[in-house]
């Protein structure tokens, strides 16, 4: 677990402080303290920071300070802990994403480099790692699990055992990240043995992730040592992992919203083993909602006591990672706190980072850092590597006139599989322009130039009976991150791709051969090095663009949505470079549910 290095002055020095023998550099007063060990709020306290850290907090303090600052009466918990999240998916680079979510008080994350690592390998986990160094608010890392993810898909990279045993004992990694390929740790696939056995043994944490599983194939995937999971999305399955020692990451992003759905299950007795979680922040629904504060206030609303779900956010997954400075309000831990106007709202008014006042009314006070070294983005720059697209390459037939069809589910990671009667020629090629809802999809694999591209249908991106007249093109395809494209037209899917491939990487909208909107991912066609704020207003002109002029439902995230499609690992129906999967069955099946 991560070291701190203490000296003994050091030491010293906050005793002095906490005994009133030397002033502390920053008082807090006139605060409603949220104590999280006790489960109570503490009125009219203080809290005395030195150095980064509380050295005293409460009504009965004798030290003194140099700075004091009136909270006038607002409510002060520990920063908030984000448990489980992709930097990636806010297609910013980690110091860019730390700007995006410490004005909403999130002060630590839990981070799976899984996207990145799917492009660039070790390259880009290190890349991560670099660029951490300069947030201003605590990072943590999960080594990445599966890459790739599954044997279905292609990936730029692929990670063994031996490849993460460099890193496993840096400090900054917390343990392994979610092991998502469940079918290959309960056939015991060695290198998954051998990456959980190796964290194990260094006395780390194992992520885990595993929807729908249950009874002895859960019982057996624990017995891998993984003890926590962000993918419930029932009741009962919280229930069930409980059961079998896991901590539950009830998660509220972008892509995935299940803290309505599981907090019927919480109750006083097992809430200590619940965290809270994003999992995918998009900077834009950042912005509009908030970060790990949006996900306590989801909680509150769904009739989660306020207390128990600041608590989830902060001291539940500081214990269940191991990190002992962080989680509460108390002398010794780091000054990370986050002060709330409200136990209902919970709109931050002040955040800070070890002891350091970063951002007030959701705003950061710090000025904007230089972009990252050109030499250390050169490892992850110029990851787009195709080949020549055609009409051809994008003709999908079906004899019987039926055909296996993906149907998305809004707010939900899981998709349906459908089979529909869909318009052919007498050649039986689908043209989805004879039946507006109905949309084209290609994965293209872009990391080895292969030519190799998979083919399905969808229904639910676009509203039922509106054409789509366009199509719409994403670097971003999780997990190997080959290039997904949907259309209703060859031609306009054809020129997503090539604008996808000018740009080196990022977002496409287009109609009638014309670029509509677009957002360039430079950084291994997954994030740029722009500011938050920027990308975040691009991105939701992009949205707005899909929705409005495309017929994107409301209720769907485009991006989101299509970036999830070719995620072999959630159920039911998939499309990835080497075809459409069924992720029930766990095997590549034919767009005709007859043949």
Known sequence: MPRNVVAPEMLQRRIDCAMGRRPCELRLTNVRMIDVVNGEIVDNAEIFIDNGVIVDAGCECRATACQSIDLKGAYAAPGLIDAHV??????????????????????????????????????????????????????????SSCVPATPFETSGAVLKAEDLVELIDDERVLGLAELMNVPGVLACDADLLKKAAMTLSAGKRIDGHSPLAAGAALSAYACAGVRSDHECSTAQELTQRLQRGFVVQMREGSAGQNVSALARAVTPKNSRFLCLCTDDASPDDVF????????????????????????????????????AAKGIIAPGFDADLV????????????????????????????????????????????????????KQSFTLRTRS??????????????????????????????????????????VIERHHGSGRIGLGLVKGFVEEGRAFEGAIASTVAHDSHNIVVLGDNDADMISAVAELKRMQGGLALVRNGQVVSNLPLEIAGLMTDADAKGTALRKQSFIAAAHEKFGVPQNLHPVMAMSLLPLTVIAHLRVTDHGLFDSAAFKTVDIDPTA
């Open 86 to 143: 992709h930097i990636e998916s806010s297609m910013l680079t980690p110091v860019r994403f730390a700007r995006l979510i410490a004005p909403f008080g999130t002060t630590t994350i839990i981070a799976d480099p899984h996207e990145i690592a799917n492009v660039a390998g070790i390259e880009g986990i290190r890349f991560m790692m670099r660029e951490a160094q300069r947030a201003e608010i605590t990072m943590y890392f999960m080594l």
């Open 288 to 323: 509009a909602k908030g970060h790990v504060n949006n996900v306590v206030r989801k909680a509150v609303a769904c009739g989660i006591d306020p207390i128990e779900a600041v608590r989830m956010a902060t001291v539940n997954a500081a214990q269940h990672y191991g990190l």
């Open 339 to 390: 002060v709330f106007d409200n136990l209902t709202d919970f709109n931050v008014l002040h955040a800070f980072a070890k002891g350091r006042l970063i951002a007030q009314s959701e705003r950061m006070t710090t000025p904007e850092p230089p972009a990252a070294d050109a030499l250390q983005k050169g490892a992850v720059t110029g990851r787009v590597n195709i080949g020549q697209i055609n």
């Open 401 to 442: 006139g039926k055909a296996r069809v993906i149907g998305l589910v809004p707010g939900n990671l899981v998709t349906r599989h459908l089979i529909c009667d869909v318009p052919t020629d007498k050649d039986g090629v689908i043209d989805c322009r004879q039946q507006p809802g109905l949309l084209k999809i290609a």
